[in-house]
C-alpha cells in the first residue's frame, strides 16, 4: 500500500515540478518544493517497493513450497470486502 500511495504522490509532485519550472530550470517555489518533495519520496518509494517484492517473493516460495502429501492444503482466493475485492489465504489441516 505505501508503494502505491508513494508513487502516486511522486507522480503528483512531478507534475508539479513540471509546470512551475522552465526549460532553463528555473522554477516558482512551488517547483522548488515539489522538486524536494520529489528528493525526500524517491527513497521511501525505493524502499517499499524492495520490501514489496520481498513479501511477494516470500509469500510465493511459502505458498507454492508447500508438500500437500499430509493432507493439508494451502491456496489463495479472491474475497469480497467492503471496499471491492481482496486476496485471502486459505487452508485447511
Known sequence: ML???TSVMMLHAQSVRDANCDAEKVCTLAGVNANSSLGQLGSWNAVSWI???AGLGAGGYLLWSHREDNGARV???VDPI???MG?????TF
Open 3 to 5: 508503494t502505491a500511495i
Open 82 to 84: 467492503g471496499a471491492g
Open 87 to 91: 486476496l485471502g489465504l486459505r487452508s
Open 51 to 53: 520490501v514489496t517484492a
Open 75 to 77: 491456496g489463495v482466493a
